[in-house]
């Protein structure tokens, strides 16, 4: 069973720094892109930052120049560095990634449980 756990959250000042960690686990033959979304209260679901196994990136423009998103691919971890937070960063952050499992070779669209991240003004 492929699992995605993420770590790192918490509660931060604004203009201070947190680290996201996303491990995925299980019996994985490859991973293509990992992904950051995060989800603020009543407001829709957003992509954050995204990397491809090759390591070319995107960023929200909302967070371009403050957050980096980096991958160890022996790993199978994926990092959200977020530097000079801001209250408006505040949401539930959640991994994503593209697995191929070699559970019947599938691919598929795998999340993980969220991490609260709460930037205090």
């Known amino acids: 069973q492929v699992q995605l756990v993420e770590s790192g959250g918490g509660l931060v000042q604004a203009g201070g720094s947190l680290r996201l960690s996303c491990a995925a686990s299980?019996?994985?033959?490859?991973?293509?892109?990992m992904a950051w979304y995060r989800q603020a209260p009543g407001k829709l679901r957003e992509l954050v930052a995204g990397?491809?196994?090759?390591?070319?990136?995107n960023y929200a423009d909302s967070v371009k120049g403050r957050f980096t998103i980096s991958r160890d691919n022996a790993k199978n971890t994926v990092y959200l560095q977020m530097n000079r937070l801001k209250p408006e960063d505040t949401a539930v952050y959640y991994c994503?990634?593209?697995?191929?499992?070699?559970?019947?070779?599938?691919?598929?669209?795998?999340w993980g449980q969220g991490t609260q991240v709460t930037v205090s003004s």
């Open positions: 994503n990634a593209d697995i191929l499992s070699a559970d019947g070779l599938k691919r598929g669209d795998y």
């Open positions: 299980g019996r994985i033959l490859s991973i293509n892109v």
């Open positions: 990397i491809t196994k090759v390591g070319s990136t």
